[in-house]
């Protein structure tokens, strides 16, 4: 059984906050490179709370995607406009053309390759469980079975449950009940008051909260297999992702992507 939360956030509802979130003022249409250049900008949508990738710190975006952004403005002839904005809406503004590029980061899906050109990816992960620390009852795996799941809504770690489904079943277990918030945050808030039994989102990201809050969650083991992750732009909007693309090649043969995840992802 699946449902969704922040205070129960039924289905329709999260479809109602991607449309609202999709509503923000942006472009009409994905710019072509020369266009980007005839007008003198590019609007670039990162997410508002995904630590360590991108999230706001004293009322500013910060964090990995953000850093990397901010060495790719020193190498462009124009100006690059960043939209911090929520995940639902973040995926569909790109692939409808109100953002030129999400640079966020976004695992790499057959789903989202359908309305999205990726780039180079930006770091690699594996999808990992967190559970409150001290509970004896999860020890491994196969305890996951018939536990409460949180994930994020929307989001490739959602679609690769089924993974998860099939570890479990080989220990012959099953999944129990699905949990889908607006935001990683609100999963773990009802991860660490007990309404669920354990989160799933990329190592990256698992391992950056139980270091900032180790005395509330411990790290789990793999429920995936190697993941990637990217920027991406609008289907078929090839010159502006081999722009990226170029940066990003770039700053990983120079050693700046190294001393980035380094810092972020240690």
Not at 13 to 31: E, K, Q, T
Not at 121 to 128: G, L, N, R, V, Y
Request: proline letters at 5%; charged letters at 25%; aromatic letters at 8%.
């Amino acid at each position: 059984m699946m449902q969704s939360r922040r205070g129960l956030l039924t289905t329709g509802a999260l479809a109602g906050v991607a449309l609202l979130a999709g509503a923000r003022p942006g472009p009409a249409a994905a710019a072509t490179l020369a266009e980007v250049k005839a007008r003198g900008f590019m609007v670039v949508a990162t997410e508002d709370d995904f630590k360590p990738f991108e999230f706001i710190k004293d009322g500013k975006p910060t964090g990995y995607d953000t850093e990397l952004l901010e060495l790719m403005r020193k190498t462009v002839p124009f100006e690059i406009k960043q939209e911090t904005i929520p995940w639902t809406g973040l995926l569909p503004g790109v692939g409808s053309g109100k953002y030129d590029a999400a640079v966020t980061a976004a695992l790499i899906t057959p789903e989202r390759e359908a309305f999205l050109d990726f780039c180079s990816p930006i770091a690699e992960s594996t999808d990992f469980y967190v559970k409150k620390k001290g509970n004896a009852a999860i020890a491994g795996i196969k305890d996951l079975a018939g536990k409460k799941c949180g994930v994020q809504a929307g989001s490739a770690m959602l679609s690769a449950l089924p993974e998860l489904e099939e570890m479990l079943k080989a220990t012959g277990g099953k999944m129990g009940e699905v949990v889908q918030y607006v935001s990683y945050p609100d999963a773990y808030q009802d991860l660490a008051i007990g309404r669920t039994d354990y989160v799933v989102n990329t190592q990256i990201n698992l391992a950056s909260l139980v270091k900032d809050r180790p005395a509330i969650f411990e790290l789990g083991q793999a429920v995936s297999k190697k993941i990637y992750i990217a920027w991406a732009v609008k289907k078929g909007n090839t010159e502006v992702r081999d722009l990226l693309d170029t940066f990003l090649i770039g700053a990983r043969k120079s050693g700046e992507m190294a001393k980035l995840q380094q810092k972020w992802f240690g």
